[in-house]
């Protein structure tokens, strides 16, 4: 690890603001610059695992389609977890579950494979963005009906100006995001 998580421009300065994409008023962070650099992004997920709450222990990870897959693939596979993928409507083969949702400019549906089980587990969600929080939301719907016990969710990013990480707060989901905008 080469960063101090005291430093969280370490990471800013590797994400490039986009304004008015991919509508006008939106301000997108591009996350491409930080992938593009393998130290940085490697220090981005042993920062994600720094950030996770240490009093529980999670027995499967959840990602959203499809940057989530980026940091939660990577993280599922340090912490020696199972990695499921919450994906857009027909991404997966059937049976799947699905659950609605609604995003800073849309409307979406995810769906996870019936066949996953997480009986009284404790699932990780990790997502790049935390912005209305309508997908981690949704995908907590989907990981409930699949069994869970507990849910939380994780992120690279906070947008703080919209309501996303207060809603997630209000569920129960104990969220938790290395950056904040």
């Given at each position: 690890m080469s960063f101090p998580l005291s430093?969280?421009?370490?990471?800013?300065?590797?994400?490039?603001?986009?304004?008015?994409?991919?509508v006008e008023g939106v301000t997108f962070l591009d996350i491409s610059p930080l992938l593009a650099q393998p130290t940085i992004f490697e220090d981005s997920i042993d920062a994600l695992f720094m950030a996770m709450d240490p009093s529980y222990s999670y027995?499967?990870?959840?990602?959203l389609e499809s940057r989530g897959f980026i940091f939660g693939a990577p993280l599922a596979q340090k912490l020696s977890l199972p990695f499921h993928?919450?994906?857009?409507k027909g991404k997966l083969p059937p049976p799947v579950i699905s659950q609605a949702y609604g995003l800073e400019y849309g409307k979406s549906i995810?769906?996870?494979?019936?066949?996953v089980s997480f009986k009284d587990q404790n699932v990780l969600i990790v997502d790049?963005?935390?912005?209305?929080?309508?997908?981690?939301?949704?995908?907590?719907?989907?990981?409930?009906?699949?069994?869970?016990?507990?849910?939380h969710c994780l992120a690279l990013i906070s947008l703080d100006f919209l309501p996303g990480l207060?809603?997630?707060?209000?569920?129960?989901?104990?969220p938790r995001a290395l950056l904040h905008y």
């Open positions: 430093e969280p421009d370490y990471f800013k300065k590797a994400i490039q603001p986009i304004a008015n994409w991919p027995n499967h990870i959840l990602a993928m919450a994906r857009k995810l769906e996870l494979k019936a066949n790049d963005v935390i912005a209305t929080g309508g997908s981690i939301t949704a995908a907590a719907t989907l990981a409930k009906q699949a069994g869970a016990k507990t849910v207060t809603k997630l707060k209000e569920a129960g989901l104990n």
